[in-house]
C-alpha cells in the first residue's frame, strides 16, 4: 500500500521557520522525484519545490526560492522541506508527491504526480 505521510506543518510567526517531512512507503522511493506542492485558502494548488529521484538536482518556484531548501533522504525514503523566513503568504496545506520519472528528464514542475500525500497545515500565527 502506497502512503505519503506528511508532518511538521504547524503556527510560524512571520520570519520564522518550519522543517516539512514526508514519510513514504510502499514503493521504490530512491525510483521517483518528488516535490512539495501547496494550497492557500480559497486559491488552486501550486507547485513549491521538486527534487530529482537521486536528490542532485532541486528546483524552486520563485515566490520561495532563496527562503526554502528541499531535501531527501534515500535510506529512511523521506523527503523534507526546511521554510525560513515564513511570510503570510505561505499559510497553504501542503502536500507531497512522487513522479517516476528519471533524473535529467525537464523540471519538476511539469511532472504529472503518481502518488499524493494528504497534506499538513502550515498557518500564519501572526
Known amino acids: 500500500q502506497v502512503q505519503l505521510v506528511e508532518s511538521g506543518g504547524g503556527l510560524a510567526q512571520p520570519g520564522g521557520s518550519l522543517r516539512l517531512s514526508c514519510a513514504a512507503s510502499g514503493f521504490t522511493f530512491s525510483s521517483y522525484a518528488m516535490s512539495w506542492a501547496r494550497q492557500a485558502p480559497g486559491k488552486g494548488l501550486e507547485w513549491v519545490s521538486g527534487?530529482?529521484?537521486?536528490?542532485?538536482?532541486?528546483y524552486y518556484a520563485d515566490s520561495v526560492k532563496g527562503r526554502f531548501t528541499i531535501s531527501r533522504d534515500n535510506a529512511k525514503n523521506t523527503v523534507y522541506l526546511q521554510m525560513n523566513s515564513l511570510k503570510p503568504e505561505d499559510t497553504a496545506l501542503y502536500y507531497c508527491?512522487?513522479?517516476?520519472?528519471?533524473?535529467?528528464?525537464?523540471?519538476?514542475?511539469?511532472?504529472?504526480?503518481?502518488?499524493w500525500g494528504q497534506g499538513t497545515q502550515v498557518t500564519d500565527s501572526s
Open positions: 527534487i530529482y529521484s537521486g536528490g542532485s538536482v532541486a
Open positions: 508527491a512522487a513522479a517516476r520519472i528519471p533524473d535529467g528528464c525537464g523540471r519538476p514542475e511539469d511532472y504529472e504526480y503518481d502518488y
